[in-house]
């Protein structure tokens, strides 16, 4: 039996012919009935069901986001588009995002969750207004695919990408140019940017994450121990640690404090896996740094405890790679936007 919550007619979504679904699903299945969810586990966050599957783009879904409170899901497809979702309820698709002449690779949301940004083969980054879904400033000095996008936590509205032209871009929102660029050797397929402002982080196909000192604009460290490109990068909740997914099927989580011992790889993941499709995978931790989680090319969702690096959820549901997972800021919620056109949130046990 299907329980479909409700299917909008493209025109009441703005939607040129896509139809949107959203799907209550537990244990395995749609749910069959009021009965059967009060019998279920006890709920642990303020979705409508445990798991929630979310239909509607027409391509391969990249990249999905929470914006800082939590309660709208961004995501990013091959289909060229962005479109924002409700967290609760039905998880309505309220808004679509459209420019983009290429697929979105990766989306993030400005701290204060007023900008969408997002990074595309197209060659640009581009900043939306989250409110309006207008876009408001189109970067595209790079010369290749844009791969990944990334914003200042805390501070002026700065962001970096990192592009298969080998640089790396710091942009300021408020300027018509980049600040600054970084030259590198080879493509560059994730981007991260360091807590205090001073420093970002490189990685991609070299196998190696590069430290950049912003005031110098020079690179600082060098992070070696992966033996494959590099795809995903993200820095925890303190500042004080990076996570990075690779092809050699490891997730690394790496020490950045400023004495840190010289072997700065502190916990290695595995379990996940990248295939023949060479995604970009990416990562992430939970708000408060205690779990990690990343994208695995066998259509699962991992996720790690990092103190014991014990793998505590193995999340079966897609049909493809599943290309981002991400933790909810506020709740033990989890989603993950997969190959096969569907975003998955469902929560976790407390």
């Not at 581009?126 to 695919?145: L, Y």
């Not at 640089?167 to 397929?189: C, F, G, N, P, V």
């Not at 420093?199 to 912003?214: P, R, S």
């Not at 990416?282 to 994208?295: A, E, F, L, N, Q």
Request: aromatic share 6%.
């Amino acid at each position: 039996m299907t329980d479909v919550k409700r299917a909008h007619s493209p025109e009441a979504n703005g939607h040129d012919g896509a139809i949107v679904k959203r799907q209550r699903v537990e244990d395995g299945a749609l749910t069959q009935s009021s009965k059967a969810k009060a019998e279920g586990p006890a709920r642990t966050s303020a979705l409508l069901a445990p798991i929630m599957l979310l239909t509607g783009h027409a391509g391969e879904v990249f990249t999905c986001k929470f914006n800082p409170t939590g309660d709208v899901l961004a995501s990013g497809s091959h289909d060229k588009h962005i479109f924002l979702w409700r967290t609760y309820g039905e998880c309505e698709n309220y808004m679509m995002m459209k420019g983009h002449k290429n697929a979105v690779l990766e989306v993030q949301w400005t701290t204060d969750g007023e900008r969408v940004l997002s990074a595309s083969p197209d060659k640009s980054v581009r900043a939306w207004d989250a409110a309006t879904g207008e876009q408001v400033k189109k970067m595209s000095e790079h010369d290749n695919f844009v791969n990944s996008c990334c914003p200042l936590r805390r501070g002026p509205p700065l962001l970096v990408s990192g592009s298969d032209d080998a640089t790396a871009k710091l942009w300021d929102l408020r300027a018509k140019r980049s600040a600054h660029t970084m030259s590198e050797e080879y493509q560059i397929l994730a981007v991260a940017f360091g807590e205090a402002g001073d420093q970002i982080y490189t990685g991609g196909i070299e196998n190696v994450i590069k430290v950049w000192d912003l005031r110098k604009v020079e690179v600082a460290m060098t992070l070696k121990g992966h033996t494959d490109t590099i795809t995903g990068l993200r820095v925890s909740p303190d500042g004080n640690h990076l996570l990075s997914n690779a092809m050699d099927n490891t997730m690394r989580a790496w020490d950045m404090r400023p004495y840190a011992p010289q072997n700065r790889c502190m916990k290695v993941f595995t379990g996940h896996q990248h295939s023949f499709e060479r995604n970009s995978l990416r990562c992430d931790w939970s708000p408060d740094g205690t779990k990690v989680t990343g994208g695995s090319a066998d259509r699962m969702v991992y996720v790690w405890e990092v103190a014991s690096r014990r793998l505590m959820y193995k999340l079966p549901g897609h049909n493809g790679s599943v290309n981002e997972a991400v933790f909810h800021p506020k709740e033990p919620i989890i989603a993950s936007a997969g190959s096969d056109k569907q975003i998955y949130l469902g929560e976790l046990a407390m």
